[in-house]
Nanobody, 127 residues
Framework: QVQLVESGGGLVQAGGSLRLSCAASGRTFSSYSMGWFRQAPGKEREFVAAISWSGGIRYDADSVKGRFTISRDNAKNTVYLQMNSLKPEDTAVYYC????????????????????WGQGTQVTVSS
């Protein structure tokens, strides 16, 4: 079992940056692939980025490519989402999630592929 707690959200102006963190409990954090999703008001939750257990494989949604970077520190049981050049359309609740699946085998871009979820952190980008 893994418990996930996100932090780092807040209000930022367009063009600014934020770094989200997701702290995981448990000793098996390094066994999980990790992902970030987001949900804007009135919209379905969507995939943002994912990273393999080792950190060696990463991929991002087209909407954030070149602006957001996912990373992880297995020694700290933490996954990060560095968000640069933020836009008002990035406003959403951001969730981290843990998957027993392997990115090396198949992309993990769908909610059903994840086993554990955090409660989310709000990111608001003003224009």
């Amino acid at each position: 079992q893994v418990q996930l707690v996100e932090s780092g959200g807040g209000l930022v102006q367009a063009g600014g940056s934020l770094r989200l963190s997701c702290a995981a409990s448990g000793r098996t954090f390094s066994s999980y692939s990790m992902g970030w999703f987001r949900q804007a008001p009135g919209k379905e939750r969507e995939f943002v980025a994912a990273i393999s257990w080792s950190g060696g494989i990463r991929y991002d949604a087209d909407s954030v490519k070149g602006r957001f970077t996912i990373s992880r520190d297995n020694a700290k049981n933490t996954v990060y989402l560095q968000m640069n050049s933020l836009k008002p359309e990035d406003t959403a609740v951001y969730y981290c999630a843990a998957s027993l699946g392997r990115i090396e085998v198949r992309p993990l871009a769908f909610e059903y592929q994840y086993d554990y979820w955090g409660q989310g952190t709000q990111v608001t980008v003003s224009s």
